[in-house]
Nanobody
Framework: QVQLVESGGGLVQAGGSLILSCAASGSISGINQYDMLWYRQAPGKQRELVATITKDNIANYAESVKGRFTISRDNVKMTMSLQMNGLKPEDTAVYSC????????????WGQGTLVTVSS
């Protein structure tokens, strides 16, 4: 069973940067049919969709991160990244990635999450 593995989380001061990565543990057939997403969940809050990169390589962002975060994907390597600049304490959360097949949404993979902590 393929799983997604996130990396790159950690502790950073406000205004700093981090790059999160999400990699598939094995091969995903038809990866070019998948949309890829980053979610985050802060303590005591609901999960929030942060950024999406579609199978057509179109990026969309939550208003709260627009202009600060950049999402990208590499179908050959089956990876996705999230460049986070200008981090704020309110960005503190567990960040998780999700790949889902736009032609068959039952084909969906999730990572365990990586913690990002932004100190003020």
């Amino acid at each position: 069973q393929v799983q997604l593995v996130e990396s790159g989380g950690g502790l950073v001061q406000a205004g700093g940067s981090l790059i999160l990565s999400c990699a598939a543990s094995g091969s995903i057939s038809g990866i070019n049919q998948y949309d890829m997403l980053w979610y985050r969940q802060a303590p005591g809050k609901q999960r929030e969709l942060v950024a999406t990169i579609t199978k057509d390589n179109i990026a969309n962002y939550a208003e709260s991160v627009k202009g600060r975060f950049t999402i990208s994907r590499d179908n050959v390597k089956m990876t996705m990244s999230l460049q986070m600049n200008g981090l704020k304490p309110e960005d503190t959360a567990v960040y998780s990635c999700n790949f889902y097949n736009t032609f068959n949404t039952r084909l969906s993979y999730w990572g365990q999450g990586t913690l990002v902590t932004v100190s003020s």
